[in-house]
T-cell receptor
C-alpha cells in the first residue's frame, strides 16, 4: 500500500514570509496524482494544488507552488507571501490510478502576524 | 471548484439509535465517493469507497454492518451509523470524485457526530 509521510507536525511562518511544507511518499506506480489539501478551523477540506506525476513541470497556483521530485518521491509545498488566512492544517495526498486516496498525517501551519 | 454538500453538519443521538449522514455532489456526477473518519488533530482515516450502483468497499477493520453505505445515484451517497455507541462519536467527512478526467476529490463540510 502507498504511504504518505509528513515529517513536520507543526510549522510556523512570519506573515509575508515564505514557508515550505515537506511530503514524501512511497509507491511502485509510475502514474499517479499528488495533492495538497488545506483544512482550516472550519474543518472543510480545500484543494490547494495538484500535480500529475507524468508532468515534469512543477504546479503553481498563485502564491502556492510545489517542488515535485519524482525520483526522490518528494512533493513539497511552498507558500509565498504568507497570509493570516493560510493558517490551517495541510495534508499531502496521493491518488493512485486505482482511485484510492492516501493522506499524510498533516502539518499544522501557524502564521505569526 | 465543484461543490459537495454534507448534511447534517452536527448531530447528537442517543446510544443505540441510528443516524444517517448524506453526501451530495451538487454540480457534478460523482462516480466515486469516499467516507472518512477524522479524530481530533489527526489525519483522515478512509472508511470505505463507494461507486454508484455497486456495493461499497470497506477498509480493513471497518464494520460494514455498523457503517452502512449506500451510493444509489451519481449525486448522493449516505452513511448510516447503526446502533451508535459513544465510541462512534467522531468527525465524519465525505468526498466525491467525478469522471471526465477529474483527478481530484472534493470534500463535504463534515459531520460532527456525538453519541450520548
Amino acid at each position: 500500500a502507498q504511504t504518505v509521510t509528513q515529517s513536520q507536525p507543526e510549522m510556523s511562518v512570519q506573515e509575508a514570509e515564505t514557508v515550505t511544507l515537506s511530503c514524501t511518499y512511497d509507491t511502485s506506480e509510475s502514474d499517479y496524482y499528488l495533492f495538497w489539501y488545506k483544512q482550516p478551523p472550519s474543518r472543510q477540506m480545500i484543494l490547494v494544488i495538484r500535480q500529475e506525476a507524468y508532468k515534469q513541470q512543477n504546479a503553481t497556483e498563485n502564491r502556492f507552488s510545489v517542488n515535485f521530485q519524482k525520483a526522490a518521491k518528494s512533493f513539497s509545498l511552498k507558500i509565498s507571501d504568507s497570509q493570516l488566512g493560510d493558517a490551517a492544517m495541510y495534508f499531502c495526498a496521493y491518488r493512485s490510478l486505482g482511485n484510492q486516496f492516501y493522506f499524510g498525517t498533516g502539518t499544522s501551519l501557524t502564521v505569526i502576524p | 471548484g465543484a461543490v459537495v454538500s454534507q448534511h447534517p453538519s452536527r448531530v447528537i443521538c442517543k446510544s443505540g439509535t441510528s443516524v444517517k449522514i448524506e453526501c451530495r455532489s451538487l454540480d457534478f456526477q460523482a462516480t466515486t465517493m469516499f467516507w472518512y473518519r477524522q479524530f481530533p488533530k489527526q489525519s483522515l482515516m478512509l472508511m470505505a469507497t463507494s461507486n454508484e450502483g455497486s456495493k461499497a468497499t470497506y477498509e480493513q477493520g471497518v464494520e460494514k454492518d455498523k457503517f452502512l453505505i449506500n451510493h444509489a445515484s451519481l449525486t448522493l451517497s449516505t452513511l448510516t451509523v447503526t446502533s451508535a455507541h459513544p465510541e462512534d462519536s467522531s468527525f465524519y467527512i465525505c468526498s466525491a470524485r467525478g469522471g471526465q478526467g477529474r483527478s481530484e476529490a472534493f470534500f463535504g463540510q463534515g459531520t460532527r457526530l456525538t453519541v450520548v
